[in-house]
Nanobody, 115 residues
Framework: QKRLVESGGGSVQAGGSLRLSCVAS????????MGWYRQPPGQQRELVAT???????NYADSVKGRFTISGDIGKTTVNLQMNSLKPEDTAVYYC?????????WGQGTQVTVSS
């Protein structure tokens, strides 16, 4: 069964760092991009960062300069280095995979930043 497996969430104080990782289990075909989204408490899911097969990256304005996405689309792995974390970064973070056959999501990992 194909799925995305996330790791690296946790709790940290403001100004700290965390690194999220996502690895695909099983074979995904025609993958075009991978990325991270997040859902803060009581809010809708929002884009954090994406990377495509050409290694072009895209970031939400709120995380530019603090977060760095990296990965290997061919190996269906993606990472998110999060530095200078703020309490407003608190959310469930979801790994996303886009392919010509559709989208897939991980189960989510909690990131909590305390002030």
């Amino acid at each position: 069964q194909k799925r995305l497996v996330e790791s690296g969430g946790g709790s940290v104080q403001a100004g700290g760092s965390l690194r999220l990782s996502c690895v695909a289990s099983g074979t995904f075909f025609m993958v075009t991009a991978m990325g991270w989204y997040r859902q803060p408490p009581g809010q809708q899911r929002e884009l954090v960062a994406t990377i495509n097969s050409g290694r072009t990256t895209n970031y939400a304005d709120s995380v530019k300069g603090r977060f760095t996405i990296s990965g290997d689309i061919g190996k269906t792995t993606v990472n998110l280095q999060m530095n200078s974390l703020k309490p407003e970064d608190t959310a469930v973070y979801y790994c996303n995979l886009q392919s010509r056959l559709g989208n897939s999501w991980g189960q989510g990992t909690q990131v909590t930043v305390s002030s």
